[in-house]
């Protein structure tokens, strides 16, 4: 994992290992905001140790959407989809899902390949990519570890 930081604004970039040897390895580029994340996700051919240039070789808003934490508990969890293709609408509703865990706005773009959402595996990925966010973000958020 690598990680750069101005002022309170830090970037991670981290390799998500498949759980399964027959998906594709995930990159994670974590924009840690004000109160807010801004991430990205895919699929990466790179190596480990070149993970930080997974983001530059993929497409940063092919599936992209924005989340609040909901005002009340128990109430509605605004968003919006801010770039989406036919072949990918995934992003919306995981970002719903990480803004009400994490109680931040949240901006997600998920680069999957439509190949992989449309056959058996993409379930699957989605479900390595999802906890492979939630990891990430509990270890930023815990107060002796992540980005500082």
Same mark, same amino acid.
């Given at each position: 994992m690598t990680s750069e930081t101005t002022a309170s604004i830090s970037v991670e970039v981290k390799y998500l290992t498949p759980s399964d040897p027959s998906l594709p390895a995930l990159a994670l580029q974590v924009t840690r905001l004000v109160d807010s994340y801004m991430l990205w996700i895919g699929t990466t051919e790179v190596?480990?140790?070149?993970?930080? #240039?997974a983001a530059t070789q993929s497409s940063l808003c092919k599936d992209w959407a924005c989340a609040m934490p909901p005002r009340v508990a128990g109430g509605a969890i605004p968003a919006t989809s801010l770039f989406r293709s036919a072949e990918s609408?995934?992003? !919306?509703?995981m970002a719903q899902r990480l803004a009400k865990r994490f109680g931040k706005q949240v901006f997600l773009s998920v680069d999957v390949p439509s190949t992989f959402l449309n056959i058996g595996q993409g379930p #699957? !990925? !989605?479900l390595d990519a999802e906890k492979g966010i939630v990891t990430t973000l !509990?270890?930023?958020?815990q107060p002796s570890g992540g980005a500082k």
């Amino acid at each position: 994992m690598t990680s750069e930081t101005t002022a309170s604004i830090s970037v991670e970039v981290k390799y998500l290992t498949p759980s399964d040897p027959s998906l594709p390895a995930l990159a994670l580029q974590v924009t840690r905001l004000v109160d807010s994340y801004m991430l990205w996700i895919g699929t990466t051919e790179v190596p480990l140790n070149d993970v930080d #240039k997974a983001a530059t070789q993929s497409s940063l808003c092919k599936d992209w959407a924005c989340a609040m934490p909901p005002r009340v508990a128990g109430g509605a969890i605004p968003a919006t989809s801010l770039f989406r293709s036919a072949e990918s609408d995934v992003a !919306l509703s995981m970002a719903q899902r990480l803004a009400k865990r994490f109680g931040k706005q949240v901006f997600l773009s998920v680069d999957v390949p439509s190949t992989f959402l449309n056959i058996g595996q993409g379930p #699957k !990925l !989605l479900l390595d990519a999802e906890k492979g966010i939630v990891t990430t973000l !509990l270890e930023i958020e815990q107060p002796s570890g992540g980005a500082k």
